[in-house]
């Protein structure tokens, strides 16, 4: 919850550290030994980037931007603790499930060692004490997450993180120039602003419920709920035609919101959570389908064909227990 950018977290913080670990045992990337542990440790990576993306909204740059867009379009206002609620049966499940499942579906040739362990260690010894800077950060990060969970009422989640971006340059954490090198950052946050005002925009000119009328004719006969499933199965597997969740979120998401708004009897709210909730778990389809999945398939780990099948197997398992377990539950509180 902490990196609201999943391509950030995985790819800056946690593959670093990953990619160490199979030449430990002897498994190399673009090499038969791969399978030997690597495959398994990258594929694991794969799966726990989507759910942490879908866990949080923080726990990607889409979830904010489907926020917006339900906010404008829907009139449905989602909180970032109502969001973790909403995924927190769902995620729990998954966490179990997907570990055990990647270990059957692509099992690793090594399973038990200690050499993980003592690399660890003798890892931390060399890095020593926490300095007063990462101290610091530290609390910069636990006063965010909690200002992003309670005081929904009290401060915008934007204004949360300029905080801390404040702070952090005011206690002297990171200096101004290193804020400004990561471009990828001010991309995203011009390209996430442009594209809220667009949306703005379609939905004041009236082309949304334009389209919602035109395109609730096709659903007439189906019941609410059936309505729900197929927009939300539409919204999902439509992501094998991208090749980014913030370029998903910003085409798709709108459609099937102004679809789902224009047929009487849709239980909008739910429909929007669903929705924004499979943005991050998406992630897992393709090798494109978001920035971690091409870096963890560039490393040469995974196989073309394995990344295809693992993805899909694992695309069906995670929608199918949105909709079976997450749903029902989220009926119930609302």
Known sequence: PFTPSNTARTGGTVFPVIKNLPPLFKS???DPSARRIG???????????SLSSSMFVTGAAPNVLGLEFVSKIAGVQISWLQWFLSFLPV??????VAPWLSYVLYKPEVTHSAEVAAWAGGELKNMGRLSRKEWTLIGLVLLSLGLWVFGGK??????????AVSLMLALHVVPWKDI???NSAWNTLVNLATLVVMANGLTRSGFIDWFANTMSTHLEGFSPDATVIVLVLVFYFAHYLFASLSAHTATMLPVILAVGKGIPGVPMEQLCILLVLSIGIMGCLTPYATGPGVIIYGCGYVKSRDYWRLGAIFGVIYIAMLLLVGWPILAMWN
């Open 154 to 163: 009290i401060i915008n989640a934007t204004a949360v993180g300029l905080l």
């Open 91 to 96: 995620g729990i499940i998954l966490l179990i």
């Open 28 to 30: 190399f990337p673009n």
């Open 180 to 182: 400004t090198r990561y």
């Open 39 to 49: 495959g398994y440790l990258m594929w694991m990576m794969v799966i726990s980037t």
